[in-house]
């Protein structure tokens, strides 16, 4: 007996669009579903744009799903791509029906998603790797989290992530690639082939991250990482300003020299008046190939003064979150586009990788910022 059009259709339900993370019947991309009384079942598929690159993982999934009914002896798919009537929809949808303004999600009133901003003094301390990997082992616990590789002049986290796809335009919103269940965003994925620089002032790096926020589809992220480049210009106060609610993560490594750079990093937060959430410190230590010793190779207690440091200036507690050991995986693991929380989560440093990402991933049971819904009662 051939299927059902509501058990066509609740198969359907269970295709996930690979950009926008939701179900295509939940994004209008069903155009329509013919059953022929011998179980071959004809597909038509609106994909949001023509020459989607993931068309063919569309496809596959659609059929896949539905060959698995009960009476199905055959299954096409027919692509076709939405109207620009249709795409606008689809935008005031995703956008919760608040119609086409551009504005940053995660300062609107009831966000849950808890955004950090990866800071470093100096760069070499390992900060997009730390990033990187944070993101894979959360993402790996089941959040929804993304990356904005802010970092424009030195954007490396679609490397480190894998991450090869460019984005997609719906209309002006923009869908970010997807890798290892990390949404990412990067300058990198819009210049054109080769390893050209990005030559830009202060205002256009203003307005490339504004429009990493507001333009792309982030969904309902959990957590959200920034990638900063390093010091204190233009991005860490255009952070500050856009995503005043972000919290700083400062990355440092052991020796007194990245220590105090690193410290005027965090120290930026006084002045912006951010949260920091902790400090990172990278490098740490060296495993002796031949013993159970560890070498120092970049000193001792760099982190630890960083977090007292920022403590006293700041007047509130600033905890050194954990001591990431030095291991050539984490860098072959950059290059491959391997996190190394997932191709070696018994090594020293993802261990410990996992540790600060789990302590960051707990939710403050504060209520500081969030609407509440209370009204002074009429008498």
């Not at 060296?286 to 200036?313: K, M, N, W, Y």
């Not at 050194?320 to 997932?342: A, C, F, N, S």
Request: hydrophobic letters at 40%; charged letters at 20%.
């Amino acid at each position: 007996m051939a299927p059902t059009q509501e058990q066509v259709t609740a198969a359907l339900a269970t295709v996930i669009d690979p950009e926008i993370r939701r179900p295509i019947t939940d994004l209008g991309m069903v155009k329509s579903v013919d059953i022929a009384p011998d179980g071959a079942v004809r597909v038509g598929i609106y994909l949001t744009v023509s020459g989607c690159p993931l068309k063919d993982t569309i496809r596959r999934d659609v059929t896949t799903s539905v060959s698995n009914l009960d009476g199905v002896t055959g299954v096409e798919v027919e692509l076709d791509v939405m109207s620009t009537e249709q795409r606008k929809a689809l935008q005031t949808k995703l956008r919760g029906n608040r119609g086409p303004e551009k504005e940053i999600p995660f300062n609107q009133p009831g966000s849950l998603t808890r955004v950090f901003a990866v800071a470093s003094g100096k760069g070499g301390v390992g900060k997009s790797s730390v990033t990187v990997n944070l993101a894979a082992s959360m993402a790996a616990n089941g959040l929804k989290v993304g990356i904005v590789d802010a970092d424009i002049y030195g954007h490396s986290v679609p490397r480190m992530l894998g991450a090869s796809e460019r984005p997609t335009k719906v209309e002006d919103m923009i869908m970010p690639p997807v890798a290892h269940d990390i949404k990412v965003i990067s300058v990198g994925m819009f210049k054109p082939e080769g390893n050209t620089p990005v030559v830009w002032r202060g205002p256009m790096l203003d307005r490339a991250l504004h429009q990493f926020l507001a333009d792309v589809y982030w969904g309902d992220l959990d957590i959200l990482l920034l990638d900063l480049p390093p010091g204190t210009g233009d991005i860490a106060i255009s952070v500050a300003q856009r995503l005043p609610s972000a919290e700083l993560l400062v990355v440092t490594t052991p020796q007194m020299a990245a220590a105090e750079v690193a410290e005027r990093a965090g120290s930026i937060a006084a002045q912006t008046h951010q949260q920091i959430a902790g400090v990172i410190e990278n490098m740490a230590w060296l495993p002796c190939p031949h013993c159970d010793e560890r070498i120092s190779v970049f000193g001792e207690g760099g982190g630890q003064t960083v977090a007292d440091a920022l403590t006293r200036t700041l007047g509130a507690r600033v905890p050194l979150l954990g001591q990431v050991p030095i291991d050539l995986r984490l860098r072959e693991g950059g290059d491959e586009g391997k996190p190394l929380v997932l191709t070696d989560p018994d090594s020293p440093a993802a261990m410990e990788l996992d540790k600060i990402a789990g302590a960051l991933s707990k939710r403050s049971s504060s209520i500081k910022g969030l609407q509440l819904g209370l009204a002074p009662t009429r008498h």
